[in-house]
Every structure is written in structure tokens, then in C-alpha cells.
């Protein structure tokens, strides 16, 4: 697999919480020139994105990290990324509901998150450190039948990130319109490879710049 190829599945990202726009502004230099899938972006930087670099796919965060806000307030909060710019939206599921068996709810908030989108992408982060496989084999219907785009295996900001095991076990129980993503701990270009050759559509870390620009 080239780098070019890589890179085309990457989501390049930066949501520390100290994050400065001149690291975000480098961030998205870097995507520009290496051509990746999007710029994974804190949602206050959204406006200065879309102005500064109109070309950009620009993703960003809602509900995030924990996932416990309201369903009002994310879907606030989608309404205002998407207009302020972004591209897509990638919100963490409510897990107090995943523990209390509450899956209806789940989907339901996922599927009033995806209307607020406006027809723009929306990527399911089910954090999967925190979950049973039932649960997780729950979560990929919930994430189907409420029309998101992708899930996603994790934050990156959880006890654990994505593993190879997970994506199989989504492979075999999400719907034939859902792709997936794995994020958190994805450092490595054997770890891109391996998430890629197992189906994923897209990889969310902040380390592929940084390992496949040495092979210029």
C-alpha cells in the first residue's frame, strides 16, 4: 500500500484541549499537501478553517469526550459545526444509556444527530474500551437502523483505543451501508495497513504525516 493511498483514508487530526490555531493551521497545511481525507478539528476552530483553508475537509467533534451531553445539546452542537463549515460530524454515543440497556434511546439520538447534520457525514464513536462484545453487536444495529454514515471505535481519549478484534466483530453486524473508522492508538503504518486491509474507510490519529513524510 503507498503512502498516497494511506493518506487518502486519514482523517488528520488534533483535539487536544490546549490546541493553538497556529498547531491547527500547521495541521491543516499538512493535510493539504499530503492530500488526506480531512482535518479532525476542536469545533471552536471550525470558521477559521472554512476561511483560512476553503479547500479542506473538515471534521469535527461533538458530545466529546464522554458522550453524556443531552441529545439537545448535540444536536445544537452539529447544527452549529455544520454551519460554521464542517464537513462532518463525529459524536460519541450516550454510554450511561449503553449501561442502562436504554439501546432505544441510543439509536433514537443518533438518528436526530444525523437529521441536525443537514445531509453531511456523520460517524458514530461508540468507545469500545467501555463495552461488552453484546453490547458492541447492540451498538452496530443502532448505529444501522438510525442512518449514520460510519462507526467509530473510540475517542482516543478512553482507557483504550481501536483493535483489530472490534473491527472484525463490526464487520460482521453492521448494515451494508455503514463504513467504519478506527481511531485511538493508530500510531504505527503497519497499524494504517492492518485497519485498512480489515475494511476500514477511514483512520483518525495524528501520527501518519509524521511517520509517512520521512519516506520522501
Request: proline share 1%; charged share 30%; net charge negative.
Amino acid at each position: 500500500m503507498t503512502k498516497e493511498e494511506i493518506f487518502s483514508h486519514i482523517d488528520h487530526t488534533l483535539l487536544r484541549a490546549n490546541s493553538t490555531e497556529k498547531e491547527i493551521d500547521a495541521l491543516c497545511g499538512e493535510a493539504l499537501k499530503y492530500n488526506t481525507a480531512s482535518v479532525c478539528i476542536p469545533a471552536c476552530y471550525i470558521s477559521h478553517v472554512r476561511e483560512k483553508f476553503p479547500s479542506l475537509n473538515i471534521c469535527t467533534v461533538i458530545g466529546f469526550p464522554l458522550g453524556y451531553s443531552t441529545t439537545a445539546s448535540k444536536c445544537f452542537e452539529a447544527e452549529d459545526a455544520v454551519r460554521n463549515g464542517a464537513d462532518e460530524i463525529d459524536m460519541v454515543i450516550n454510554l450511561c444509556f449503553v449501561k442502562d440497556r436504554r439501546f432505544d434511546d441510543v439509536e433514537n439520538e443518533i438518528a436526530e444527530v444525523k437529521r441536525a447534520c443537514g445531509g453531511k457525514l456523520l460517524k458514530v464513536i461508540v468507545e469500545t474500551c467501555y463495552l461488552t462484545e453484546e453490547e458492541k453487536i447492540m451498538l452496530c444495529g443502532c448505529v444501522t437502523r438510525a442512518g449514520a454514515d460510519f462507526i467509530k471505535t473510540s475517542t482516543g481519549f478512553g482507557t483504550a483505543g481501536a483493535n483489530i478484534e472490534d473491527i472484525r466483530l463490526f464487520k460482521q453486524h453492521i448494515g451494508g451501508g455503514v463504513k467504519m473508522k478506527a481511531a485511538g492508538g493508530v500510531r504505527t503504518r503497519e497499524d494504517m495497513e492492518a485497519f485498512l486491509g480489515e475494511g476500514c474507510e477511514r483512520i483518525g490519529t495524528s501520527s501518519a504525516v509524521k511517520l509517512l513524510a520521512k519516506e520522501d
